[in-house]
């Protein structure tokens, strides 16, 4: 069974940073791409930043410059560096990777649980 947990959420003053870490565990075959998705309160989610395998990364114009999404491939990790926050960017935050297992080569979407960001003085 594929898990992935997230840390690093919290209450955070308006112009300050932040990092989340989300690391993938369970019976995997390979991790292709990963990605940051944040759902504020009384809205859908958005996606944020996506990463390939390769570390080739996209983002959202709305953090585009604020964020940077990282992995470390060896340990089946991705990040979130979140830095100039503000209180729009209030939030729970969610990661997301696209997996094959070996019991089948189909790459499915994996979902972390969660973890809250609120940014307030």
């Known amino acids: 069974q594929v898990q992935l947990v997230e840390s690093g959420g919290g209450l955070v003053p308006p112009g300050g940073s932040m990092r989340l870490s989300c690391a993938v565990s369970?019976?995997?075959?390979?991790?292709?791409?990963m990605a940051w998705y944040r759902q504020p309160p009384g809205k859908e989610r958005e996606l944020l930043a996506r990463?390939?395998?390769?570390?080739?990364?996209d983002y959202a114009e709305s953090v585009k410059g604020r964020f940077t999404i990282s992995r470390d491939n060896s340990r089946n990790t991705v990040y979130l560096q979140m830095d100039n926050l503000k209180p729009e960017d209030t939030a729970v935050y969610y990661c997301?990777?696209?997996?094959?297992?070996?019991?089948?080569?189909?790459?499915?979407?994996?979902w972390g649980q969660g973890t809250q960001v609120t940014v307030s003085p």
């Open positions: 997301n990777a696209d997996i094959t297992v070996p019991t089948s080569r189909a790459k499915s979407a994996y």
């Open positions: 990463i390939s395998g390769g570390g080739s990364a």
């Open positions: 369970g019976s995997i075959w390979k991790i292709f791409d």
